[in-house]
């Protein structure tokens, strides 16, 4: 049939095909499969405030937010012919 070297040269193939074919898909996997952009830089993420005076504006910036938006809401409520949470007299 084969003989010995027959035998030695499917036993290379048979180690080196797994081992050649690791090698062409591991080797460049940062440029492959990169996503461009895909973390935000640290300019675009949250900071959180550990200055007294950061934490403060930081907290008057949210109240004025909750505030226009609660306005923005009864607006939209009054708009629609409805009364506001004050005014309807239910007590729960």
């Known amino acids: 049939m084969g003989g010995p070297n027959l035998e030695?040269?499917?036993f290379g193939m048979y180690?080196?095909?797994?081992?050649?074919?690791?090698?062409?898909?591991g080797k460049?996997?940062?440029?492959r499969f990169s996503v461009p952009d895909f973390w935000p830089?640290?300019?675009q993420t949250n900071r959180?405030?550990?200055?007294?005076?950061?934490i403060h504006s930081e907290?008057?910036?949210?109240r004025q937010r909750r505030l226009f938006l609660r306005e923005k809401r009864?607006?939209?409520d009054?708009?629609?012919?409805?009364?506001?949470?004050?005014e309807n007299g239910s007590g729960s």
Not at 28 to 31: A, E, H, Q, S, V
Not at 48 to 54: A, G, L, S, V
């Open 74 to 76: 009864l607006e939209k």
């Open 28 to 31: 460049n996997l940062d440029n």
């Open 15 to 25: 180690i080196m095909f797994p081992i050649a074919i690791m090698y062409y898909y």
């Open 78 to 86: 009054r708009a629609l012919g409805r009364r506001s949470e004050g």
């Open 59 to 62: 907290l008057e910036r949210l």
């Open 41 to 43: 830089k640290p300019e």
């Open 8 to 10: 030695v040269f499917k």
């Open 48 to 54: 959180i405030p550990f200055e007294k005076e950061e």
